[in-house]
């Protein structure tokens, strides 16, 4: 049986790597010492929804954004709105018809290492038939 998660992450990675080097794009939040801007496929959370058709999924998926180029947010968010715009377009992957049905953009500070980071967290909510 094909997952939606699996699927929604496959989708998700090849659309981010249009814009995003594939060499920036994790599936796994990565140590020190690597290259900014790093973007970071995270949570995934999926529900069951039974429509007159038979079963479909809800999916929330996080995607988080690092940069520590702290002073340029407007370029950072550009970044972001950028990939949502992307993923907006597309409807259909690998069998599946999905929709997005929101999205949610956080931007704040990070002191989590020596340098000050943007991270920034794009909240998508699928639909999927």
Known sequence: MKSPINDIIKFTRKTLAEIVDEKHIYEYLPGLGVEYPI??????FSNDIRTKWGYGAAVTMRIHFYSDEYTK???FLELINKCLQRIKETKKENGYRFSLKDSHIQVMGDISTEKLLLHGILELDFSFL
């Open 39 to 44: 973007v970071y496929i995270g949570e995934c």
């Open 73 to 75: 947010r407007g370029s």
